[in-house]
């Protein structure tokens, strides 16, 4: 057993000669359990905290986005989908606005409407093969919609060529029966588009449903002609096809506007503008072809 240290050794600082630090353990280890000498810590420097494995104050920064009330990509994107709408709709409402201006020359102009009633075959079917081509040229070729000045001429000579089919089916008809199935028209499409903004219903999800109403109008109408030609009547056919055609085309507006507006299961690109516009027109004039064909009969 050692003796006690002395006053002076007690007493002595660390650097001066004759500490002896063995006497209070002070060159001991210090405990195991505080590892000190595991390299955890040390007597020179402040723990260093890793920011990775400090947990995150995510609390802090819910309320942080929840008071500033501002998501920057969020307000980004609805700022796109604003402005891509906005676009989708002007378009719209200058083919629609050309088509109305079409129908009217073709009915209320009497020489024209003569005209196209008995000499105008052959320009219908110029403007329908027009139709046909600039339609599926727009549909089927992603680079000439999306690409400018082409697919702004394209939807020129499209909704020309549709405007003046439109036009020519009017002027078989009574004028006041034109301007009835335009303004039943106008107001089914807006009603139905408001229809299609406020659901709930997610119809982008009826693809399907919607291919098979096409395949039985398409076969039904061949049914309607072979009945129409081969025993000269069927006007109750007539009907029910101009009904159902009406029906399937303003499922496809429901379609086609919740596509637009986005936040369904399937939506366009902001690029998409021209074939936003392009989809939404052709629905709107079959369903006015469609409802002018239920409500008059043609001369």
């Excluded at 009907?239 to 986005?262: E, K, P, R, S």
């Amino acid at each position: 057993m050692s003796a006690p240290p002395t006053y002076d050794q007690a007493t002595a600082h660390p650097s001066q000669p004759g500490f002896d630090g063995k006497a209070y353990g002070y060159n001991q280890p210090a405990p195991a359990a505080y590892g000190y000498n595991q390299g955890q810590y040390s007597y020179d420097q402040e723990p260093q905290i890793n920011p990775s494995s400090a947990p995150a104050n995510s609390h802090s920064e819910e309320m942080g986005v929840a008071v500033a009330g501002f998501n920057p990509s969020s307000f980004s994107d609805k700022a796109v989908r604003r402005g891509f709408i906005k676009k989708v709709y002007l378009i719209l409402t200058a083919q629609v606005l050309v088509t109305v201006a079409f129908i009217c020359f073709f009915i209320f102009v009497i020489p024209v409407k003569n005209w196209v009633r008995t000499d105008g075959l052959w320009f219908y079917i110029c403007a329908y093969c027009t139709f046909l081509i600039t339609y599926f040229v727009l549909v089927c070729c992603p680079s000439v919609r999306r690409k400018s000045p082409g697919n702004f001429i394209c939807l020129i000579v499209f909704t020309i060529a549709f405007s003046y089919m439109a036009g020519t089916i009017s002027s078989f008809h009574d004028t006041k029966i034109v301007l009835l199935a335009m303004g039943i028209t106008a107001a089914v499409c807006i009603s139905i588009s408001i229809f299609a903004i406020q659901t709930k219903i997610d119809f982008t999800l009826c693809s399907g449903l919607l291919f098979v109403l096409v395949m039985v109008l398409f076969f039904f109408g061949w049914a309607c002609m072979i009945s129409y030609y081969a025993w000269g009547h069927g006007a109750i056919l007539n009907a029910v096809y101009a009904g159902l055609g009406a029906l399937v085309f303003a499922l496809f507006l429901i379609y086609d506007t919740q596509m637009i507006m986005g936040g369904r299961k399937i939506e366009l690109s902001p690029e998409e503008y021209i074939y936003g516009a392009l989809q939404l027109y052709i629905d709107v004039v079959y369903i006015f072809l469609f409802l002018l064909s239920l409500m008059g009969k043609s001369n």
